[in-house]
């Protein structure tokens, strides 16, 4: 058989602002167009990081369910406008967003406060609307993640006094169809030709959406092609091996398998630690030398390490207890 082509077809922006492509591979083995197809489909709408409000802040109001003076929308009509607020962070940890309005008129994305590693994606997205001489102080929590999380899970006692958690959207890609169909080779009609449809909310492509979910797949995937050689090794529910003579079991669960936060995780792969055995081969102290990697996320990193019957590699160096002692005099509250 030849080898399967992959095309983008089609790009465009939908009427409702999304985006879309549709791809088409071909020729697939028999059968293989809905194993592709739905393995595909499930991983675009769920394993994609992407970015959301987690938590707003309005000045003036305690709670949610009440009116501001001279907003037309009230404050539940508000935080569901957030929802559909569209950003791409740049950050590895929380960043907080502000709004300063003080004009009658529709209050958009674009009215937001620029800040560099934060990407408003539809500016002219409307948040609410002010009345003559009303004013808008905003505060919003920004954080990536995965899939959808609900208000209660963004509950975090560090918040000030009125801030209001609300669910939480992440997932980039907002549809996702596919179609298989017969196609040929020469004369053989055996085929399966496999057509994709991808619609995402303009912060990711959709080609790197599907190129992302492909990785993915290739990530997962590889854990069970080790199963043939001789030593094996279970972490996070999936079984691993070494592969050949000499070569360390550990080096093929990749720290995705740890389950760490966003911030432990990009830390990490920032300092080229991408696999158990990178992380093994590390002492306390170089994982405190990272950058952004502060103690809270040292201590996930030993806490999860432990859970699974793994250590940091033993060395000479200081405590995270120590750390703190430093820090504290620096006057810097870590993490």
């Not at 791409?88 to 800040?115: F, P, Q, T, W, Y």
């Not at 070494?242 to 966003?262: H, K, M, P, Y």
């Not at 859970?307 to 160096?317: A, E, I």
């Amino acid at each position: 058989m030849d080898k399967p082509t992959i095309e983008c077809v089609e790009s465009r922006v939908a009427e409702d602002g999304l985006q879309y492509s549709r791809f088409v591979a071909e020729p697939l083995e028999r059968g293989y167009g809905v194993t592709l197809g739905n393995a595909l489909r499930r991983v675009l709408l769920a394993d994609l990081e992407g970015s959301a409000i987690t938590a707003v802040r309005i000045e003036g109001v305690p709670h949610e369910f009440t009116t501001i003076p001279g907003v037309v929308e009230d404050v539940i009509d508000i935080i569901l406008n957030l929802k559909g607020l569209v950003l791409r962070s740049h950050a590895d940890e929380m960043k907080v967003i502000r709004l300063s309005v003080n004009r009658a008129g529709d209050v958009v994305a674009g009215d937001i406060i620029e800040d560099p590693e934060i990407e408003i994606i539809n500016p002219i997205y409307k948040i609410c609307t002010l009345e003559e001489g009303a004013t808008l102080e905003m505060e919003m929590v920004v954080e990536r993640g995965k899939g959808f999380v609900p208000a209660e899970r963004s509950k975090n006692s560090h918040h000030p006094i009125g801030t209001i958690p609300i669910d939480s959207i992440y997932m980039p890609v907002r549809k996702v169809n596919y179609l298989v169909e017969d196609t040929r080779v020469g004369q053989i009609t055996d085929f399966d030709r496999l057509v994709l449809e991808v619609w995402t909310n303009g912060s990711v492509d959709p080609v790197k959406a599907v190129s992302t979910s492909a990785q993915i797949l290739i990530n997962q995937f590889a854990h069970f092609a080790a199963l043939a050689g001789d030593v094996q090794i279970a972490i996070g529910g999936i079984t691993a091996d070494a592969g050949s003579a000499g070569r360390n079991a550990n080096d093929d669960v990749s720290i995705e398998e740890l389950e760490l936060s966003v911030r432990a995780y990009n830390c990490l792969k920032r300092a080229n630690i991408f696999t158990l055995g990178d992380l093994l081969k590390k002492t306390e102290r170089e994982l405190m030398e990272i950058k952004n990697f502060g103690r809270k996320s040292a201590e996930e990193v030993i806490e999860r390490l432990k859970t699974l019957g793994y250590n940091l590699k033993p060395g000479v160096g200081r405590a995270l207890g120590e750390y703190d002692d430093e820090l504290a005099e620096a006057g810097i509250d870590d993490d």
